[in-house]
C-alpha cells in the first residue's frame, strides 16, 4: 500500500494471475485493493497459461485454462492475453535475453506480443502504471 501511496498519480496496473481458482482469489484481492486506492487497472494477464512441449509443440493445460479471462469479464477490466509455459522462457532470463527477440515466431512470443501492443496501447491513456499480482507467475 505504502509504495502505491508513493508513486504520483496518474499510474495504472496490469494484474497477473495464473489460471487455477486459488489464484483467481488472491487476484480478487488486487483487484479491490487497486479500486480502493483509485488505481487504474489497464487489464488482466492469465500466466503460466498452459505448457508448451518442447518435443512436439502441443499446447497442454496443466493448471486449467480461462481463469484470466473470467476475471477480466466478472470486473469489466480489458483481458490482455495469455502466456503458456515455455522452458525458453527460463532460458531467456538466464542468458539475460530478451524472449520475444530469440522467440518472438514461437507461441510464446506472439502471446507475449499480443500481450505487450495492448499493454503499449492502454498505457497511453495512462502516463505511468505498475505492476500487480500473485508471486506465482513467471511473467
Do not use: H, W
Not at 49 to 56: A, L
Request: with cysteine; proline share 3%; aromatic share 8%.
Amino acid at each position: 500500500m505504502s509504495v502505491c501511496q508513493a508513486i504520483k498519480d496518474p499510474f495504472a496496473a496490469i494484474i497477473v494471475t495464473t489460471p487455477q481458482e486459488v489464484a483467481a482469489a488472491d487476484v480478487r484481492k488486487s483487484i479491490n485493493f487497486c479500486q480502493q486506492l483509485g488505481i487504474n487497472v489497464l487489464g488482466i494477464v492469465e500466466n503460466m497459461s498452459g505448457f508448451i512441449c518442447p518435443g512436439c509443440g502441443e499446447k497442454v493445460d496443466i493448471f486449467s485454462s480461462g481463469g484470466g479471462s473470467r476475471l477480466a469479464e466478472q470486473f469489466k477490466l480489458n483481458f490482455l492475453g495469455s502466456i503458456p509455459i515455455d522452458l525458453n522462457i527460463g532460458k531467456s532470463g538466464d542468458s539475460g535475453n530478451m524472449f520475444v527477440y530469440d522467440y518472438a515466431k514461437t507461441d510464446s512470443g506472439k502471446a507475449f506480443s499480443v500481450v505487450m501492443d495492448q499493454i503499449v496501447e492502454l498505457s497511453r491513456e495512462s502516463s505511468n502504471f505498475a505492476v500487480a499480482g500473485n508471486s506465482a507467475g513467471q511473467a
